[in-house]
Structures are given as C-alpha cells and as structure tokens.
C-alpha cells in the first residue's frame, strides 16, 4: 500500500501555517461551489495522474480525510466516473449535498467518523452527511456506515474509555 497526502493549494485562513482546499469561513452558496469545483479539478488531476503513473484503477483508490480533506473527499469521490474502493472521512461534513440527484456518477462505500464533542464542525452535520448519503446512495442499500466517537478529536485524556458507537445500513 501506499499513502499519498497533498497539501490543500491554498494558504489557511484559520492558520497562516495551514493550507486549505476552500475557504470554509464564507457563506454557502455560489461562492463555495465555485471554490470547490476549482479544488475538486485539482484534485481530479492529481488522483488521474498518479493512478496512469502507477497502473492502477480506481478499484484501487481509496480516499480519506479529515475536515476539509473529508469534505472534499467526499465532493470528489462521488462524482467520479468510476467509484473508488471506498472513502473515509474524519469530522467533515458533505458539501452541496443538493446537487447529487444530478451529478452522482458513482456510489462507493462511505464511512464517516465523527466526534461528538467537536468544536469546530458539530457532529449533527455528519449525521446530515449520513443521511443524505443513505438516500443518495441508498438504491437498493446504503454504503455509508457514520461511527460517532465520544470524544473530542484532538485529546487525549479518557481516550482508552471512549466508547465508540455506530449505524450502518448496509
């Protein structure tokens, strides 16, 4: 196996260390689907030339994330021609979830993890990821399995008791 890890293309608004794939901080609408159809091309490119340089199909290709990386995961993995091996994100949410009666070209299996304490994304949009990936990839089972950690991602203290729950419709 092997792990390939871009950067986001664009510097951080929350961190000048950072990079991110769209600005998260501005409203929704227009704005942010522009942003992320110009980082879901990039990152399109960058998953069709490094599958050519390897040999591989997308049967190979599995996608994970963790906030934005999840979100644009997520956004690209679903409008791909040919579904990846699966997709997995960390505390994110989906993106544009309105759009997928018409521009879902693929239904790869999904799992998000989710941590209930987040401060950042709340857990409830993983749950609206949830359920809008049950309904959008749902004909006639779900792919998508949502675990919700109790736990705030980041910490450390208590982890070895947290318990871990989670649906799957599969």
Same mark, same amino acid.
């Given at each position: 196996a092997e792990f390939l890890a871009p950067n986001a293309p664009f510097d951080c608004e929350y961190s000048p260390m950072g990079y991110q794939w769209f600005d998260?901080?501005?409203?929704?609408? $227009?704005?942010? =689907?522009?942003?992320?159809?110009?980082?879901?091309?990039?990152? $399109?490119?960058? =998953?069709?030339?490094?599958?050519a340089r390897r040999g591989l199909t997308a049967a190979d290709l599995a996608l994970n994330g963790f906030s934005q990386g999840t979100m644009i995961s997520l956004f690209v993995g679903l409008r791909r021609a040919a579904a990846c091996a699966g997709i997995l994100g960390y505390s994110g949410r989906l993106e544009a979830p309105h759009l997928l009666d018409d521009e879902i070209k693929c239904r790869p299996r999904v799992m998000l993890i989710h941590g209930e304490q987040d401060d950042r994304l709340p857990v409830v949009l993983m749950d609206e990821a949830h359920a809008a990936s049950t309904v959008k990839l749902a004909p006639p089972r779900s792919n998508a399995l949502a675990m919700r950690p109790a736990m705030t991602l980041g910490s450390s203290p208590g982890m070895e008791s947290s318990s871990i729950s989670g649906r799957s419709v599969m």
């Open positions: 998260i901080t501005g409203e929704e609408g $227009d704005a942010r =689907l522009a942003q992320l159809r110009h980082a879901a091309a990039i990152v $399109d490119g960058f =998953l069709d030339t490094e599958l």
